[in-house]
């Protein structure tokens, strides 16, 4: 299948200070990918979608002046969360779709363990 | 009523098991059905596609019956690396690549 990668996997930073979580599709291009954001024993929220080129769409309750997305070309995404709070610790999980068939199919990236203290 | 509803879990099933997962969305309009594994801490994997006529993948297969609005796996003689959680993904009406995941149901299998 296809292949997504994302930068770091794990980051720990304080609260106050923004943190820049990269997502590239290897070995395809994405027009689209999204970004989730998973809590403990929860499933995955998604965030908002990131469009190459324009500006992404943010799912209801997510600030976008919180949440940074920036998708410049068609194998990266970037996701920066800004003056990061304890509240915003949480996996978060990129991924991007390739049509097969009928259907588009989604590949996430290994995912970003945030911990924000 | 949640968009995408599966049964709660957990379920705890010895090896060679049969166990079946059920999922319910809401919108009857919805265009393509999937079934995603989540391995703690890791990110979900496509297990696979749900297609109307009913699918299978070795010890996996996948109903869809789009009447009821209901999608189903079940997983043959089960095995330890089984245990994960299993996700039932929905893509709305409105769009063909955005997609909406269930709550997931656990499974654990037991020597």
């Known amino acids: 299948g296809a292949v997504v990668s994302q930068h770091p996997s794990r980051v720990i930073c304080k609260s106050g200070t923004s943190v820049k979580i990269e997502c590239r599709s290897l070995?395809?291009?994405?027009?689209?990918m999204f970004w989730y954001r998973q809590f403990p024993k929860q499933s995955l929220m998604l965030m908002a979608t990131?469009?190459?080129?324009?500006?992404?769409?943010?799912e209801q309750g997510v600030e976008k002046d919180k949440f940074l997305i920036n998708h410049a070309s068609l194998t990266l995404s970037t996701l920066t969360v800004t003056s990061a709070h304890p509240e915003d610790s949480s996996f978060y999980i990129c991924?991007?779709?390739?049509?097969?068939?009928?259907?588009?199919?989604?590949?996430f990236g290994p995912g970003t363990r945030l911990t924000v203290t | 009523r949640k968009e995408v509803e599966q049964d709660p879990g957990p379920f705890n099933v010895p090896e060679g098991a049969t166990v079946a997962f059920n999922c319910t969305y809401s919108?009857?309009?919805?265009?393509?059905f999937f079934w995603y594994r989540q391995d703690c801490r890791k990110e979900p994997k496509l297990l696979m596609s749900?297609?109307?006529s009913g699918n299978e993948d070795g010890r996996f297969t996948a109903q869809l019956n789009r009447a009821s609005q209901y999608i189903s796996l079940l997983i043959r003689d089960s095995k330890l690396s089984d245990s994960a959680t299993y996700l039932c993904?929905?893509?709305?009406?409105?769009?063909?690549?955005?997609?909406?995941f269930g709550p997931g149901t656990s499974l654990s299998v037991i020597p």
């Open positions: 991924s991007a779709t390739v049509l097969a068939g009928p259907s588009y199919e989604q590949y």
């Open positions: 070995d395809f291009q994405a027009t689209t």
């Open positions: 990131s469009n190459e080129g324009s500006k992404a769409t943010y």
């Open positions: 919108n009857s309009a919805s265009q393509s």
């Open positions: 749900v297609y109307s």
């Open positions: 993904v929905v893509t709305p009406e409105t769009s063909y690549d955005k997609v909406i």
